[in-house]
């Protein structure tokens, strides 16, 4: 699995308990085998996308403040690709 998507991964198991959006794409994401996060992105619903678009924000901000660049980067490049 890509490396931007594992760490994706990480972040909506976080969001599986309470909310359904996220937990229908921690499902995608573990459950299909995307060779790369283009290829997940191009897959997300309007709402899916609306909703990694908040959470990803939060989490790359969070990962700055942790000051793990790599982690920002990675999740940060997921987030781009939703504007693309």
Known sequence: ???SLEYLRE???????TDDVGKKLYQKVSTHNFSSDG???RVLTQEEN????????????YS????DYVRARHLNE???L???
Do not use: C, P, R, W
């Open 50 to 61: 609306q909703y990694l678009n908040q959470i990803l924000m939060e989490a790359i901000d």
């Open 39 to 41: 290829k997940f992105v």
């Open 1 to 3: 699995m890509d490396q």
């Open 11 to 17: 972040i909506l198991s976080g969001h599986t308990e």
């Open 78 to 80: 997921v987030y781009e």
């Open 64 to 67: 700055k403040q942790e000051k």
């Open 82 to 84: 939703l504007f693309v």
